[in-house]
């Protein structure tokens, strides 16, 4: 599925109530910090941008933006944004980096665990955590996993 075109149902694949990871270091000097609220800036999803939300973590880890194969039979997903490096395996166990084929262990969305894919992009953390209403409406997404700085702005 690409997301650009799909993204009704992707906000149906989306868990609304994530766990923060514990094996991430927090952020020393985000540039949000935890607790404060942002203005979400990305579209990952319908009712993502121009949504206001609260900061629920930040991390020292880069974000990998993957293109992956559902588990679950589904259309390949492109250019998902995002995983963190504690949610891959790199195939080759020789790191992560743009092309990387990699093992998802995220469970983000519906089909992604034990998914295999490809890394596309790598950027430079912090990744963000943040908890928001989209603004078309619905249910709350608690601790939506992953947003990168340039995507969110000051409240």
Same mark, same amino acid.
């Given at each position: 599925?690409?997301?650009?075109?799909?993204?009704?149902?992707?906000?149906?694949?989306?868990?609304?109530?994530?766990?923060?990871?514990?094996?991430? +270091?927090?952020? =020393? %000097?985000? /540039?949000?910090? !935890?607790? #404060?609220?942002?203005?979400?800036?990305? $579209?990952?999803?319908?009712?993502?941008?121009?949504?206001?939300?609260?900061?629920?973590?930040?991390?020292?880890?880069?974000?990998?933006?993957?293109?992956?194969?559902?588990t679950?039979?589904? +259309?390949e997903? =492109? %250019?998902? /944004?995002?995983? !963190?490096? #504690?949610?891959?395996?790199?195939?080759? $166990?020789?790191?992560?980096?743009?092309?990387?084929?990699v093992?998802?262990?995220?469970?983000?969305?519906?089909?992604?665990?034990?998914?295999?894919?490809?890394?596309?992009?790598?950027?430079?953390?912090?990744?963000?955590?943040?908890?928001?209403?989209?603004?078309?409406?619905?249910?709350?997404?608690? $601790?939506?996993?992953?947003?990168?700085?340039?995507?969110?702005?000051?409240?």
């Amino acid at each position: 599925m690409d997301m650009s075109k799909n993204k009704g149902s992707m906000a149906m694949m989306m868990k609304h109530d994530n766990a923060l990871p514990t094996d991430l +270091k927090m952020a =020393k %000097n985000p /540039k949000f910090k !935890v607790n #404060s609220m942002v203005k979400i800036k990305a $579209n990952h999803m319908p009712g993502m941008k121009g949504a206001m939300a609260k900061v629920t973590g930040a991390y020292d880890t880069n974000l990998y933006e993957i293109n992956y194969k559902p588990t679950n039979g589904g +259309k390949e997903v =492109k %250019n998902h /944004k995002y995983v !963190v490096k #504690s949610e891959l395996t790199a195939d080759n $166990n020789k790191g992560l980096k743009k092309g990387s084929k990699v093992t998802v262990k995220a469970d983000h969305m519906d089909g992604m665990k034990g998914a295999k894919g490809k890394v596309v992009k790598c950027i430079s953390g912090p990744a963000y955590a943040v908890t928001f209403t989209p603004t078309t409406g619905g249910q709350e997404y608690v $601790n939506h996993l992953w947003l990168s700085q340039k995507e969110l702005e000051k409240a």
